[in-house]
Every structure is written in C-alpha cells, then in structure tokens.
C-alpha cells in the first residue's frame, strides 16, 4: 500500500530535549515536505526536499532540522524545543514537487511543555 | 505577496442541501490549484487539481471550477460523510500556498 507514515503519532515533552520525528514514504517520490498545523494558520510549511542531500528551507524554518540521506526518509529534528512549537505536524510527498499531488503521513501531535 | 483566503470559515448544511465553498488567491506564476479533504485527526487527503481558468473537475457529489481570481468547491446533495474541512491551495514555485480551511458540517 502507497503511503507517508510518522513516528510518534502522538510526543509529549520538556523544553529543551532533543526530538526527532520521522518520516518514510514508499512511492519512491522525490519530493519531501515538513509542515506545521495549528488552528486559524493553515499549514505552514517547514522544510522541504527536491531529492537526496537537497533541502530547503519553507516559510517557518526556525527551530527546525531536516535531513535527507536517503529517498524515502526524511526526519524532522527539534534540537531544543520550545513551548510554541506544540502543533500538528504532517510530512508530505510528491512525485517532483509542485504541481504535482501531495501525499500527507497521518501527523504527529506535539506538546511541548 | 503570494496568498490564499477561504470562505466561509465554517458552513453547515442539512443533508440534501447543496452549496459552494470559495477559494480566492493572489500569486505569481499560478502552477495548480489544489483542493484537499482533511478529516478531525488525520492528514490531508488531495482531491483535484485545477490547472488553468476554466478548468472544471468532478468527483462523485464535488465539482471545482477554476477562474483567474478564485476557485469554488460545488457540493451538490451532500451527506453526512461530506462533513470534512476543506483546504485550497496554490502552487507557486516549489512551494504551496495554503488557505486555512472551510469546515463543512452536515446534519442529516
């Protein structure tokens, strides 16, 4: 079955500690995006990926880490998370980025405390 | 400056009932316009794509236009299960350009 999966689905944690959020896709897209959900704002992108070792940064990059070692992963890395990064989070792919569709993983809940 | 505005913010219908949701948008360079159906707690789930003006899209009881200025999700006899936030957005670049979603309730 074609799909973008998350891990944690669900993260509860302390200012300042390190997280990562991963992110695998099996439709072999080159495409990989990071987005942040919260109520009024829409989706707001983080990062995203055109390939392998080719990242960028979105519209709310600061705070946030992103890799791209490997075609089907791309983890989202929190070195030192803050309060106002709790969100929804959603890691999306695509065949080649816009206009193509994009696929969305089923999101990952993040309290920061 | 590239953006995305949806209205209305929330819309209730009685089964059967039909409307339209709006999509309104400024870019440079349109490449797509997109309409995704996000349930409570899940990911967005795309629908249609709509590429340039004039462009009509249909699938079971939804319909997407597309003019130069705005797009419109046309819901006819809608369900129950139809209840969803509806989200638009544009292509510009390598990015999309996201409104913030119109929540559709319907009672049966």
């Known amino acids: 079955e074609a799909q973008v999966t998350q891990n944690p689905r669900y993260l509860i944690t302390v200012t300042g500690k390190k997280l990562t959020v991963t992110c695998s896709q099996n439709?072999?897209?080159?495409?990989m995006s990071w987005y942040r959900q919260d109520p009024g704002l829409g989706l707001r992108q983080i990062y995203y990926s055109m390939n392998v070792e080719a990242t960028d940064k979105g519209d709310v990059p600061e705070g946030y880490k992103v890799s791209r070692k490997e075609k089907r992963n791309f983890p989202l890395i929190l070195e030192s998370p803050s309060p106002n990064q709790t969100s929804l989070y959603f890691c999306?792919?695509?065949?080649?980025?816009?206009?193509?569709?994009?696929?969305f993983g089923p999101g990952t809940r993040l309290t920061v405390t | 400056e590239d953006q995305v505005t949806q209205s209305p913010e929330a819309l209730r219908l009685q089964e059967g009932e039909s409307s339209s949701l709006n999509c309104s948008y400024t870019v440079s360079g349109l490449r797509g316009l997109f309409w995704y159906r996000q349930d409570p707690g899940k990911g967005p789930e795309f629908l249609f794509t709509l590429y340039s003006a004039g462009e009509e899209k249909e699938k079971e009881r939804l319909k997407a236009t597309l003019t130069k200025k705005e797009s419109f999700l046309h819901i006819t006899a809608p369900k129950p299960e139809d209840s969803a936030t509806y989200l638009c957005?544009?292509?510009?670049?390598?990015?999309?350009?996201w409104g913030a979603g119109t929540k559709l309730i319907i009672k049966p």
């Open positions: 999306a792919s695509s065949f080649s980025g816009v206009p193509y569709e994009q696929y």
């Open positions: 439709m072999n897209h080159e495409y």
């Open positions: 957005a544009v292509g510009s670049n390598y990015q999309l350009i």
